[in-house]
């Protein structure tokens, strides 16, 4: 099904990004009323700060898990889908249009390293292996790749044929040099040295999956359309369907330093694993909020959704 988690939710983010924003010059992200509020897709920790990012260019800052600000300086107005930090202070986030932008202090100011405008390409996640190499990927197969820090970009195709254009929705890397991307129609795709060669892995899923994990046992876990739920214990090279108790799609993930798995997805669903991911429970937010992503911060977990930062309750 050609659906992708940015999309899903565009016609949502027109409707309540516009009255938080404040004008701001013509290349430049609006500045914020109130950061809390803007309409995120994407987030991560850099050091034990929270960096996260969405529609319109939106950049918050978190240290405390609580108060948040607006990174200053970011040089697009593209939506955001997706951000990456190596360390503490490198970083590179990437979304519509082609875009990427890319920090080296911790995300308070950005640099503009590409972009596409009017060609409608959108890149739904970014991952580096290192300050060199880097990796881009998103709809149609679109996938980027940089050797050096994210100056200059190079369009790769990782597969041959129709399977080089399904949409790539989330890359994320395993044990050793073991990089994969949760990809639509139930495929996964597969490398083992970093992304230089790549293998698509049918799960016999029909449905796209949004996210994907590697958890400390070394299992993998992705999930996405419809609430489906797959496991692998061999790297990758099979996947076993993991009952969720749900029907609502997943669209992130992450592991607790106490070994919790939890999923979280539309319309307020939380899955949550004592067990590596070999089994969950589901919960649901009362206020039925559509999960976009979410970290682990040292205060403890930080949600978020279209409508910005979830509140804690």
Known sequence: MKRFLALAFSTLLLAV????????????????????RAPILGATLAGTRIVAVGDYGAVILSDDGRGFRQSQGVPTRAPLTSVFFLDAKRGWAAGHDGTIIGTDDGGETWRLLREERGKERALLSIWFEDASHGLAVGQFGLALETTDGGITWQERRLLEG?????????????????????????????????????????????????TGIALADGGLLVAGLRG??????????????????????????????????????????????????????????????????????????????????????
């Open 17 to 36: 990004a516009a009255p938080n924003a404040v004008v701001a010059a013509p290349d430049q992200a609006p500045r914020l009323s109130n950061p809390a």
């Open 162 to 210: 129709e399977a080089g254009e399904m949409h790539l929705l989330h890359i994320f890397r395993g044990p050793a040099r073991l990089l994969l991307i949760a990809a639509e129609a139930g495929n996964v795709l597969r490398s083992e040295d970093a992304g230089a060669t790549w293998q698509a892995i049918s799960t016999g899923n029909k449905g796209s999956f949004w």
């Open 228 to 313: 489906h739920v797959f496991r692998s214990q061999d790297e990758g090279r099979s996947w076993q369907k993991v009952p969720g108790g749900t029907q609502q799609s997943l669209t992130t993930a992450w592991q607790a330093p106490d070994g919790a798995v939890r999923l979280l997805g539309l319309s307020g669903i939380m899955l949550t694993s004592r067990d590596q991911g070999q089994s969950f429970t589901a919960s649901t937010r009362p206020d039925r909020t559509n999960f976009t992503s979410g970290v682990v911060a040292p205060g403890g977990e930080v949600q978020f959704s279209i409508l910005g930062v979830v509140e804690r309750r």
